[in-house]
C-alpha cells in the first residue's frame, strides 16, 4: 500500500472479481493510486467521524461510507462484507433523517 498501486493488484487478484473490475483494472494509472489514497484517507477519517456528536456529520459520514462501499461491491465480490458496511451506515442516520412529513 505504501506506493499506492495495491488497488490494481486486488482488482488483479482480489476475491472474486466481477466481470466490472476488469473496466476498473484498465482506468489509469494515476486514477486507481489517487483511489487508493482517497480510500486510505477517507476511511481513516471515517472511523473517527463515527462518534462524531454532530449530527450534519455523522450523517455525511455515512454517505461517505456508501460511496465508497459501491465500487466495493461492483469490482469484488467480498461476501456480505460490504453489505454489512452498508447496514451499519444507516445506524448513522437518526430517526428524523427517515421521516418524510
Not at 472479481?17 to 476488469?22: C, E, F
Not at 486507481?32 to 477519517?45: D, N, R, S, T, W
Not at 471515517?46 to 462518534?51: A, E, Q, T, Y
Not at 461510507?65 to 465480490?77: A, D, E, G, K, R
Amino acid at each position: 500500500w505504501h506506493d499506492l498501486s495495491e488497488l490494481k493488484n486486488s482488482l488483479n487478484i482480489g476475491s472474486i472479481p466481477t466481470p466490472v473490475a476488469w473496466y476498473f483494472y484498465n482506468l489509469p494509472s494515476f486514477l486507481l493510486h489517487f483511489a487508493a489514497g482517497a480510500v486510505l484517507v477517507l476511511e481513516l477519517l471515517c472511523s473517527f467521524l463515527v462518534l462524531s456528536p454532530f449530527r450534519i456529520v455523522r450523517h455525511s459520514t455515512a454517505f461517505l461510507i456508501v460511496f465508497f462501499q459501491i465500487p466495493s461491491l461492483l469490482t469484488v465480490n467480498s461476501g456480505f462484507h460490504s453489505l454489512i458496511l452498508l447496514a451499519l451506515s444507516s445506524s448513522l442516520l437518526d430517526d428524523s433523517f427517515w421521516t418524510w412529513a
